[in-house]
């Protein structure tokens, strides 16, 4: 059965798309994804994970600086200075974005740090280790991932960007495209794909994504926004994982979406084979339906490069 995995011998291993309904079409259709396999994970470095702690739990980011660098530099500054420390996610809207920090994109106010600029996109570089998906897909002439990220590409115009999946971590920003600074939102329900190349994307949930979505919503007719005074989702610490230590931390892995073992599940959910489909549907696939696992390993095993070998199963999708 699939389901999400507690601590297993010290590990704990996650996929970043959590849903009984698709989960439950996935086993009676028997296309469900595969753990990937020892030699099939890439290891996230410290310097690119910051860990937001809410009150039900932890939630770990993994940053994309190859995609939005001075984004990612003033959010570490930030983090690193405790700005985040105790503010509160006040704009959350069920099915779309729960949006944190300090409210000054909402209010107009004058941000506490410079404002940034629109990174919305980058070059393409044959360097970028990009595995295709779909194409051409609807909001973009192809669709693929780029190490775990889910990106989208035109290659006639060689520009190259990341897409507006679930568990995707942007900034908020104004009408003008640089008047993002210190409030970020997490995509917590559809994947609002519209959005592609209109914010910056900087990150993503690789864990925790179940805590991210106890956060307290807002009312649909106030758009999504929690007046002060009324019970909102704080975030009690943010922290770089540069700063934890390395016994607390353990070694954060995400499956290589470059592995032939990833290649595998991509061919089994484009083509719905299994008696279960009577109806078998087309041989498309929605970059943001492919999960991608995590895993925890204590910082001692990783060490002795002796992991131990995952649990059948997973919450995967």
Not at 7 to 20: A, D, E, N, Q, V
Not at 182 to 210: C, K, S, W
Not at 223 to 247: C, H, K, V, Y
Request: charged content about 20%; hydrophobic content about 45%; glycine content about 10%.
């Amino acid at each position: 059965m699939l389901k999400v995995l507690p601590h297993f011998k010290g590990m704990r291993m996650t996929r970043s798309l959590p849903g009984i309904a698709a989960c439950a079409a996935l086993l009676f259709a028997g296309a469900t994804a595969t753990f990937a396999q020892e030699g099939n994970w890439r290891r996230v470095e410290p310097e690119n994970l910051v860990v937001l702690t809410l009150p039900d739990g932890e939630v770990l980011i993994e940053l994309a600086p190859a995609f939005a660098p001075r984004t990612v530099a003033q959010f570490k500054e930030l983090v690193a200075n405790g700005f985040y420390d105790g503010l509160e996610f006040y704009r959350v809207i069920d099915g779309f974005v729960a949006q944190g920090g300090d409210g000054s994109d909402m209010a107009g106010t004058a941000p506490a740090v410079s404002l940034l600029p629109p990174e919305f996109e980058r070059a393409w570089s044959d360097e970028l280790p990009f595995v295709s998906v779909q194409r051409p897909d609807m909001f973009a002439p192809e669709t693929g991932f780029i190490d775990g990220f889910a990106a989208a590409r035109d290659p006639e115009a060689g520009r190259v960007w990341l897409t507006h999946c679930p568990g995707i971590v942007a900034m908020a920003r104004n009408n003008e495209p640089d008047t993002g600074s210190t409030d970020f939102y997490i995509v917590i329900g559809q994947a609002p794909r519209y959005l592609d190349r209109n914010l910056t994307i900087f990150g993503r949930v690789i864990d925790g994504m179940e805590v991210v979505q106890r956060i307290h919503r807002g009312r649909v007719e106030a758009n999504g926004m929690i007046p002060e005074g009324e019970p909102r989702t704080p975030i009690l610490d943010a922290s770089l994982g540069t700063s934890l230590p390395a016994a607390e931390l353990g070694v954060v892995e995400v499956e290589d979406t470059g592995s032939a073992a990833f290649a595998r599940v991509l061919e089994a959910r484009r083509v719905r084979g299994p008696p279960f489909f009577h109806h078998r549907p087309p041989e498309v696939l929605d970059v943001c339906q492919v999960p991608v696992a995590t895993r925890r390993l204590p910082a001692a095993a990783a060490a002795d490069e002796t992991p131990p070998e995952p649990a059948p199963g997973g919450d995967a999708q």
